[in-house]
Structure formats: structure tokens, C-alpha cells
């Protein structure tokens, strides 16, 4: 009982601050603007079609994958804030766990991914006419959140064991960028190298993206149970790390 | 026994911040911890709290290990840090609301508890402000109050009063010792406040290098060093002559005045006198905390300093 309300009150700080800070709220809506209609729609006039889809359309699961993926994995930088303003200490000396500690900001970060997923839903369901369905936009919601608590349970791994927000960044930057680029998010698997092939197998980000391809186009390369097995373990195992990491702290 | 440490040790790489401490503290005591800058006094609180692992040693509180049952430690205590750590981007209440729920205070009691100790830091009308809206001492004010809120049985206070108005320091001053009496909590320390110290309590521990130079009652530390301070002044001063009397401690001149301790000036003021001669004036104090702190470090403690230290710090994050 006190565990969860432990974890409630470490969630509730991480959403009010969310909240307040304009600049968290502005770059979530601005950002996957850009990538939908700069990136997607300037790409889509060189690339016709891909799988039967417009290329905007081909890549808006994938957007909403990065979406999800950068803000979650940057998230753990604000531990690194946290602690270097000795904000973090009250909760560190609080008589609950270092797990429930843990499990309140990675369901804060999970928050504010969701956040701009339900923004990213609606220009879906209202400018692209993507092919929206009740069930679809819950499973699809479902997918993005296991998604963003691995995602962020890794962000956190790595804010907790480091304690330069300069650090994190460049170390984020090499998780982050490979992990997308070698997801299929941005072209489609099929003609792929025999070495970018196998590099993408590797990547859990595959999974998410390809689950998430196959929820909203139908156009999965594995089974959407494969898909899911596969990101369950990799978070649990990151919600693993990411408990021994904060207990350590 | 609350409190105990049996050769704690933190060292900081090459720094021994805090060195093989044997220390004890007794139940519904407020216990002072006195040193100047650098001394080890965060460190010890720090690993009293769990926040810190000892480098080596052992130590109890409530009697439990800080290392084995830092969980069970951590429900026993609350803490005050040096550092401000309240949250910028809540109100006042927010974060006290936050500690009520991370703190297992029972929800029958919340809002009252907050109203309570809002009235005792004097914020209960910038309650409802954000944070960094505060002055330094609102912060701080609130700050205290959010370490006093659960009813810890011991309470850690790193430096509670610093950089508050003296009326405020008063009040908490009152407010400590109630709960120390009323609540039978035990209360830690920390302070450059040599007033503070005599006004709160009940035994003092002089820390220089990590390590305690001597511990006893604010009185008991007085009486072995200080005696009384008789300040003279006067054309041609007999040092030599005032040395040799069997009650002086110690005789100095500064700036023209002549300082001179003695055991007990209410026995040998009047033979005192008889034996400088005639003076153009004279000056009785009580011996304080702050003599016996140069005493056993060699250094003076500002309490100027100490305060610039913390904004100093405050001010580069
Ligand atoms: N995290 C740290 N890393 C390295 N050295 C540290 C660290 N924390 C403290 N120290 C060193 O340990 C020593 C004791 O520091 P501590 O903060 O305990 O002093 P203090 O008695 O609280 O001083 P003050 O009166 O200034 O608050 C100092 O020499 C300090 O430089
Ligand atoms: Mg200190």
C-alpha cells in the first residue's frame, strides 16, 4: 500500500513538472510535426509508393515509434538535473523502495511519451486519414507504452550511472540513432542488405516498429506475437538493469 | 542508545572526510554537531540517513544498520538537508502533500499536519505559491518543515536555521526543543551558530578533520576552557604580573585591550583588580561556545562565513 502510494507520488511530481515546463510541452508538439510533414511529405514526392501506401503513410507508424523512443529515452537526463539539484534526495531518504522509486519515473517518462502519442493519433486519425480503428487505436496505444517503458527504463539506466547531462547526451545519442535507423521506421525491410538485415534483427526497435506496422497497415514482416514476446522480455530486462541501477544510487 | 557509530570512516579518494567516528547518542537528546567548514558533518549525517555507505565501520540508528537495514533506518528518520531540496516547480503545498505520501503519514491526519507546520515556519499564506517564487529563507522554512511533518523519531538537521531572520530562528529554536521534550524525538545538528548551539543542546560534539575533538554538555565545554573573559583597558598594562595570579587562564593583548580569562570572575574579579592597578575600563562576559571552538580547532567559526558559503553555492548551480 505504501509502496503504491510511494509510486503515485513519485509519478505525480514527474507529471506536474510535465506539466509546467513549456518547453517539454512545445518540442513534443513540434517535433513530429516536422518529421510527418517536413521529412515524410518532401521524401514522399521522390519515393512513389511503398507496400501500397503513400510514403507519408508508410513511415507514420515509424514516426510514432521515434516519437515515443526519443522522448523516452531522453527523459533520463532530467535524473541527472534532479540530482545535481538535490531534488532527488527527499525521494532517495523516503522509506519506500528503490524499485518503487523507479517505477514512479519510468511511468512518469512513460507518461509524457503517451502524451504526445494521443497528439500524434489524432493529426493521424484527422490529416492523414490513416486507417484508424477503435481497436486499432488501443492496441496500437499498447504497443507504443511497452515501447516507451523500455525505452525509458534504458534512459534512466543511463542517467543513473552517469552524472554530466553532457555525457548522457552523447551517450544516448549513440543508443538512440542506430536504434532507429536500423528499425525499418524509414524503408521497408524487404530489400535490405544481407548485413543491414541482420543488424536489424538485433535491434528490439524492429519489433516495435514492425508491430506497430502491422497494427496500423497490416504489413508486419514477423508475427505480431513474435513482436510482442520479444519487446516483453527486452523490458523486463531493462526494468531489471534499471532497478539494480537506482539501488546503486 | 539512538545513535551509535563504532570507527565510521568515509573517505572521498584521497579526503577522509570522516574518521573511524565512535559515537553515541541517547534517546529525546538534542545532540550538536560543531565544526568549521569541511569538518565531515554532512558526510556523518549523510551516512546516518543512508544516503552515504561508509567507506568502513559500522553504525546503528534506531537500532538498526545503515548498511543492512537502510530500509528500516529510513522509516525511522527525517532530515533537513544542508542543501535546498525542495521542488522548484511545485507550491509550497505540493511538496508537502508529496512528502505526506512518500513519508506513510496516515491519510486521517494529512491536511492537518500540513496546516500545522505551515503555521510553524509562519508560510501559510505563500503556501500556495510555486516554489521558486520563495526568498532563500521561505525555502528553507519550508524545508524544515516538510522534515518535521512526519513525526520522525530522530530528526537530522543539517544546518537548520541557516541564512533565516533571527525572529524565525527563534521560533524554530522553541519548536525543536518541544518536540525534542513533547515528542521525546531525538534531534542531530548541525550548525556554525555558536548561540544556537548553547540555546539547543543538550551536549555538543567538536568535529575537526573528520574526527571528534571533544564532546560534553554546552556548559561543561565552557567551564573547561573559557571561565570568564575580563576585558581591561588601561595605560601601561602589567601582562607579566596578571599571568602570575594562580586563577588566570590565559592573558592577552589585542588592539589596546587586555583579555584576560579566569576561572570564575564572580570569586576574583575584586582581586583582580586590586592587582592591575587603576583602569579606564572594564568589561565582564561570560565564556562562549565560540572560545572553546578556537580553543580546540585553533580557528575562529564566522557564522558570516559559513552563511556566504551556502549562497556562494546556491548561487553557481
Ligand atoms: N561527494 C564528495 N566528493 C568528494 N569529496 C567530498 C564529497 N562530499 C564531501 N567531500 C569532502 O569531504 C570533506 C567533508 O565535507 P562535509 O560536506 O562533510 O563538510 P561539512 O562539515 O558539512 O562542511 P560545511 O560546514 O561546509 O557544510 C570535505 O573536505 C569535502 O571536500
Ligand atoms: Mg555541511
Known amino acids: 500500500m505504501s509502496e503504491l502510494e510511494g509510486i503515485y507520488a513519485v509519478w505525480l511530481r514527474e507529471a506536474k513538472i510535465y506539466i509546467r515546463e513549456k518547453e517539454r510541452l512545445i ?14 511529405a518532401g521524401v514522399g514526392t521522390t519515393v512513389a509508393s511503398v507496400s501500397g501506401f503513400s510514403y507519408q ?88 507504452l511497452l515501447i516507451s517503458l523500455a525505452m525509458v527504463s534504458i534512459g534512466l539506466v543511463i542517467g543513473a550511472n552517469l552524472t554530466s547531462p553532457e ?33 536489424t534483427k538485433f535491434n528490439p ?3 516495435g516498429v514492425d508491430a506497430m506496422q502491422g497494427i496500423i497497415l497490416g504489413i508486419n514482416h514477423y508475427s505480431l506475437l513474435l513482436d510482442t514476446a520479444v519487446l516483453l522480455v527486452f523490458t523486463a530486462m531493462m526494468m531489471g538493469i534499471g532497478i539494480i541501477s537506482f539501488r546503486r544510487m | 542508545m539512538v545513535i551509535k557509530t563504532e570507527a565510521l570512516t568515509k573517505n572521498f579518494g584521497k579526503i577522509t572526510a570522516v574518521n573511524e567516528m565512535n559515537l553515541e547518542v541517547e534517546e529525546g537528546e538534542i545532540f550538536g554537531l560543531l565544526g568549521p567548514n569541511g569538518a565531515g558533518k554532512t558526510t556523518l549525517i549523510s551516512m546516518l540517513c543512508t544516503i552515504l555507505k561508509p567507506t568502513s565501520g559500522r553504525a546503528w540508528v534506531n537500532g538498526f544498520d545503515i548498511v543492512k537495514e537502510s530500509g528500516k533506518v529510513r522509516k525511522s528518520i527525517g532530515i533537513v538537508f544542508q542543501q535546498a531540496s525542495v521542488d522548484d516547480l511545485l507550491t509550497g503545498r505540493e511538496n508537502l502533500e508529496l512528502h505526506n505520501l512518500l513519508f506513510e503519514v496516515p491519510k486521517a491526519i494529512r491536511k492537518q499536519r500540513i496546516e500545522e507546520v505551515l503555521s510553524i515556519v509562519n508560510l501559510e499564506k505563500r503556501a500556495d505559491d510555486f516554489v521558486n517564487t520563495y526568498s532563500g529563507g521561505m ?6 518543515a516538510r522534515g518535521i511533518m512526519h513525526h520522525p523519531k530522530i530528526l537530522f538537521l543539517d544546518e537548520p536555521t541557516l541564512g533565516l531572520d533571527p525572529q524565525t530562528r527563534e521560533h524554530i529554536w522553541e519548536y525543536i526543543k518541544e518536540l525534542a521534550v ?19 543542546c543538550d551536549r555538543v560534539a567538536i568535529i ?18 573559557a571561565g570568564d573573559v575580563v576585558k581591561i583597558k588601561q595605560k601601561i598594562p602589567d601582562i607579566e604580573k596578571i599571568r602570575k595570579l594562580e586563577y588566570v587562564m590565559k592573558a592577552e593583548e589585542k588592539e589596546g585591550m587586555l583579555y584576560i580569562s579566569i576561572k570564575d570572575a564572580s570569586k576574583h574579579l575584586q582581586d583582580l583588580l586590586s592587582n592591575t592597578g587603576p583602569i579606564d575600563f572594564v568589561e565582564v562576559r561570560r565564556g562562549s561556545l565560540s572560545d572553546v571552538f578556537l580553543h580546540y580547532t585553533g580557528r575562529e567559526i564566522r557564522e558570516g562565513e559559513a552563511e556566504g558559503g551556502f549562497w556562494e553555492r546556491m548561487m553557481k548551480r
Request: with cysteine.
Open chain 1, 57 to 144: 503513410m508508410f513511415i507514420y507508424p515509424g514516426i510514432m515509434v521515434m516519437t515515443v523512443l526519443f522522448t523516452s529515452l531522453f527523459y533520463g537526463i532530467y535524473i541527472i538535473w534532479d540530482r545535481k539539484l538535490d531534488f532527488l534526495k527527499e525521494v532517495l531518504v523516503a522509506p519506500i523502495s528503490r524499485a518503487s522509486v523507479f517505477a514512479g519515473k519510468m511511468l512518469g517518462g512513460a507518461t509524457d511519451a503517451m502524451v504526445q502519442v494521443i497528439y500524434l493519433i489524432i493529426i493521424g486519425l484527422f490529416f492523414l486519414n490513416v486507417p484508424f480503428t477503435p481497436l486499432i487505436i488501443i492496441e496500437a496505444f499498447l504497443m507504443l
Open chain 2, 182 to 200: 513533547k515528542e521525546c524525538m531525538t534531534i542531530m545538528l548541525t550548525t556554525h551558530y555558536m548561540e544556537e548551539a548553547e540555546q539547543l
Open chain 2, 208 to 225: 575537526d578533520y573528520g574526527k571528534i575533538v571533544v564532546l560534553d554538555s554546552p556548559d561543561a565545554l565552557k567551564n573547561s576552557v
Open chain 1, 167 to 199: 555525457g548522457f547526451s552523447l551517450v544516448i545519442n549513440f543508443v538512440m540513432w542506430p536504434m532507429f535507423f536500423f528499425s525499418g521506421a524509414l524503408f521497408p525491410k524487404s530489400n535490405l542488405s544481407p548485413w543491414l538485415a541482420a543488424l
Open chain 1, 27 to 40: 518540442s513534443a508538439v513540434i517535433s513530429p510535426l516536422l518529421w510527418i510533414f517536413g521529412f515524410g
Open chain 1, 205 to 207: 526497435m524492429t519489433y
Open chain 2, 139 to 144: 525555502r528553507r522554512r519550508l524545508e524544515l
